[in-house]
């Protein structure tokens, strides 16, 4: 699990982004959220979990949106205006 990057939820499905790719589980989001533990895994939109050693900067876009982005990764991901208070100690 240390090596997971980030969930993402694809209908049933849950995409687990890692290092070394992506693999599908049939498992949703809202059951992950409540097996990993909080101090290193965060859901930061309704489809969406990341591992918080990840996460390389948070900002916000013109919209007032969260948006995550992620080390070593080139990618970012929405953070929901539900979730922006996990980032207030940051």
Not at 3 to 13: G, L, M, N, P, R
Not at 74 to 90: A, P
Request: net charge positive; proline share 2%; aromatic share 8%.
């Amino acid at each position: 699990v240390d090596d997971v990057i980030y969930f993402k939820a694809e209908d049933k499905y849950t995409t687990v982004i890692t290092k070394e790719g992506e693999s599908l589980i049939r498992k949703p989001i809202r059951e992950l959220v409540e097996e990993l533990d909080p101090a290193k895994f965060w859901q930061i939109h309704r489809g969406t979990i990341v591992n918080v050693q990840s996460i390389g900067r948070v900002s916000r876009s013109l919209t007032g949106k969260g948006v995550v982005k992620l080390k070593d990764h080139g990618e970012t991901l929405t953070v929901s205006s539900r979730y922006m208070h996990l980032f207030k100690q940051m």
